[in-house]
């Protein structure tokens, strides 16, 4: 018997085994195989330091302004805007018949020259007896002399007046109002130029009272969707209705920039009171007389250049007249610092994805000039012929620094390698129409490559 014990203990170390095994044996048996996991992209990030750029740039709503001329008649420095005043007699020459021809025309050369028009309707000027369609129909007005002759303006006050007024800017808003052609409108048709003043009428007829303003700018607001702008003779006559218009988002515009007593008082007095009024609408100027006059009396201009980049100008012009050569440098250099100036300061990205994925771009960014875009574009990526809108706006970006992190799906892009671009278009637009402040080929911008795997 003991001879045999060897293989007894044998026999129960191999049933001992199988009680054992059984289980992993079962289990092995109902778990069906794994396929090898898909190899996860590279968290390698890409990274895209952009060099920036110094000189003048073009861009929609900033720096300098032609004069009643496009800019293939005046190109001594880029321009992005033709500016155009019009009388109201020449729109309206009986009530509620408007003749667009001119205004349609001055667009015309702005388009021709890459350009985007601003304009104004003005009351009446020099030889120009004002909306007098309107008298000869019966509505109520004063009549004054204007710079020795006869001129005859409507009494805005009255709501048959009102009424007229209000089918000019439905007609207007309808033909202009929407159209990423026009940079802005003036709503002028008050006083000496459109300029909301009367101050060089005799005698001076009543200025328009607070709620007619007020209602003025509200139609404005109602049918034109862009940028508007006031004159400061409603800051000199009515400050309650300016206040409001600057509340309304809208900019507000000078007419005598570099004039003694303008620059010393009258332009420090109303930015002392509305000093946060560009950073929701435009501050434009333009000279009194031109800047050669600055020169011939050895006024010191160059404190007027300065005061535009402190005061947060956005645009200037200089009434489409020869810039002295004296002054061209630092109006240059002025120009470099108006308006938004926007620069890319750092860009990241994956290197790689699976397709079909989203991924981050991380977006740096500095606006190193006065003031902010004060109408809305978006952040375009594009990778290959892929344009996804990213909904990063960069209107209202103030001077600063500031992050953006963009999310992107590339839903249908197939594998491969692909170039990852940006661009700043307007909603609903793939066409970038803004030029950043760094070196490289706009409106589209190349960040780097991305690697899209299966």
């Not at 020099?126 to 909306?131: K, L, S, T, V, W």
């Not at 005061?311 to 004296?326: D, L």
């Not at 990063?392 to 671009?421: C, E, H, K, N």
Request: hydrophobic letters at 40%; proline letters at 7%; aromatic letters at 10%.
């Amino acid at each position: 018997m003991r001879r045999r014990l060897p293989y007894l203990a044998v026999w129960v170390a191999i049933a001992m085994a199988a009680e054992v095994a059984g289980p992993i044996l079962s289990i092995a048996m109902h778990t069906k195989p794994t396929k090898p996991a898909r190899p996860s992209p590279t968290h390698a990030i890409s990274t895209y330091y952009p060099t920036e750029r110094t000189d003048v740039i073009k861009n929609p709503g900033i720096g300098y302004e032609t004069f009643y001329r496009s800019a293939a008649r005046d190109a001594q420095l880029p321009s992005s805007t033709m500016y155009f005043r019009i009388n109201w007699s020449a729109i309206e020459a009986r009530p509620g018949t408007f003749d667009f021809a001119k205004l349609d025309s001055a667009l015309s050369q702005a388009q021709a020259s890459g350009q985007r028009l601003a304009f104004r309707i003005m009351a009446y000027e020099e030889g120009n007896p004002g909306p007098v369609g309107l008298r000869d129909a019966g509505f109520p007005g004063f009549a004054f002399a204007f710079d020795g002759s006869q001129v005859w303006f409507p009494n805005l006050d009255e709501s048959v007046v009102k009424q007229d007024i209000g089918k000019l800017i439905a007609a207007l808003g309808q033909r202009y109002g929407h159209s990423l052609a026009i940079d802005s409108i003036d709503i002028g048709l008050i006083g000496d130029w459109g300029e909301q003043h009367f101050w060089n009428t005799q005698p001076t007829p009543p200025y328009p009272t607070t709620d007619t303003l007020k209602w003025l700018f509200d139609e404005f607001r109602t049918h034109i969707k862009g940028l508007l702008v006031v004159n400061d003779g409603v800051w000199w006559n009515d400050k309650e209705a300016f206040h409001y218009a600057i509340s309304k988002g809208l900019g507000w515009r000078a007419d005598c920039w570099g004039g003694q007593p303008e620059m010393q008082l009258k332009y420090p007095l109303i930015v002392a009171d509305v000093p946060n009024a560009w950073k929701s609408g435009p501050v434009v100027m333009e000279p009194c007389g031109v800047m050669s006059d600055w020169v011939s009396r050895n006024s010191q201009w160059q404190r007027s250049l300065q005061w535009a980049v402190n005061n947060h100008v956005s645009k200037i012009s200089n009434k489409s007249a020869p810039i002295p050569a004296e002054m061209l440098p630092a109006v240059r250099d002025m120009l470099t610092k108006l308006g938004y100036r926007i620069v890319l300061r750092r860009a990241a990205f994956p290197t790689s994805i699976h397709s079909g994925s989203n991924f981050a771009v991380q977006l740096n960014w500095a606006n190193k000039g006065n003031a902010p875009m004060y109408f809305d574009r978006h952040v375009l990526v594009r990778i290959g012929t892929l344009v996804k809108d990213s909904r990063v706006s960069m209107r209202g970006f103030l001077p600063g620094d500031r992050a953006d992190t963009a999310t992107i799906g590339t839903a249908g892009l197939a594998a491969g390698t692909y170039p990852v671009q940006i661009g700043l278009a307007p909603p609903g637009s793939e066409t970038p129409d803004i030029t950043l402040a760094i070196r490289g080929e706009g409106p589209w911008y190349t960040l780097g490559k991305l690697v899209v795997r299966h």
